[in-house]
């Protein structure tokens, strides 16, 4: 029983640590600093692939269909919160879940919020 415990506990642990890892690839004129796809200008408006951004940031720990592995289901996160508290938790975090500001800009953050609160 001992050596189970300390086996998930050591899995837990690693799985922790990945959240939040963003793609360490040399930024190109196609991505940005984070390994995503770099923001697109038109005009004053900035689109922000959001699900790109979030499979390259979050997918670690909420999975690639938002199922939740590590960290909590997100399939119908906007049912339960808004954009703003959406926006308010990627930036500065909440509990297990590490704080994504200057990370990630607030273009992205906002694009994924916008995403993730139309998810009813």
């Known amino acids: 029983m001992n050596k189970s415990f300390l086996c998930l506990s050591l899995l837990l642990a690693v ?16 991505t940005g600093t984070t390994g995503t796809p770099a923001a697109t200008s038109s005009g ?7 699900q790109a951004v979030f499979k390259a940031n979050c997918v670690s720990c909420h999975g690639a269909n938002l199922e939740g592995l590590v960290g909590p ?3 119908k996160v ?3 919160l808004s954009k703003e508290q959406i926006v308010s938790i990627v930036t500065n975090g ?8 200057g990370k990630l800009s607030d273009d992205e953050i906002s694009s994924v919020a916008t995403w993730l609160a139309d998810k009813k």
Request: charged share 20%; net charge positive; aromatic share 2%.
């Open 15 to 30: 799985s922790l640590s990945a959240c939040g890892k963003s793609n360490t690839t040399k930024p190109s004129p196609t």
């Open 94 to 101: 909440k509990g297990a879940m590490p704080s994504f500001k």
């Open 78 to 80: 906007g049912s339960k």
């Open 73 to 75: 289901n997100l399939q």
């Open 44 to 50: 004053t408006t900035t689109k922000v692939d959001a």
